[in-house]
């Protein structure tokens, strides 16, 4: 309805692969698992770690290099490295990109247009479904036509950069 996309909703799904409908609901899922639940919670861990490295910071303890004893250091300033090191993270996936593709088999809206020639297809007007998809994803006005293009490609490939670079952390 926001769309105003009413007139030709009942076509929309007819022309779309599962993949379209998955990979949106996929990547809108992640992301909001991501930042609704994950996000808070490693958060208010970081603020636990920070309050605990305030309380501790005078406990002096022995560092170690490589599982060897090494120089003094204190319980507080080695808790405050591990809350700086997730604050990193936290920032790295807040920062992550969700894709999806919602465009047809070839990410070209053809067999919407063959279905009906007569609707003008979000194409000309910079495909108002992939935009409101970026928008809804990564918080963007419309992608450009050339990112457009790319997220035939790019929306599989994101779920796994997303996995892979979480696991390198």
């Not at 928008?135 to 293009?149: D, I, T, V, Y």
Request: aromatic share 8%; with cysteine.
């Amino acid at each position: 309805s926001s769309l105003g996309l009413d007139g030709i909703a009942e076509l929309t799904h007819f022309a779309c692969t599962s993949e379209d409908i998955n990979s949106t609901a996929y990547a809108l899922t992640v992301k909001r698992a991501v930042h609704d639940v994950w996000l808070p919670k490693l958060r208010q861990v970081i603020a636990a770690l920070r309050k605990m490295a305030e309380q501790h910071k005078d406990a002096a303890m022995l560092a170690r290099t490589h599982g060897q004893p090494a120089t003094p250091t204190t319980m507080g300033k080695e808790l405050a490295v591990f809350a700086w090191r997730l604050e990193r993270v936290a920032a790295q996936v807040a920062a992550s990109e969700f894709l999806a593709k919602f465009s047809g088999a070839t990410g070209t809206w053809s067999a919407h247009v063959a279905a009906d020639p007569q609707v003008d297809w979000p194409l000309e007007d910079r495909f108002q479904l992939e935009a409101w998809v970026e928008q809804s994803l990564n918080g963007r006005p419309g992608a450009s036509l050339e990112e457009l293009g790319r997220l035939k490609v790019e929306a599989l490939a994101s779920m796994a950069e997303y996995a892979e670079a979480r696991i390198d952390e």
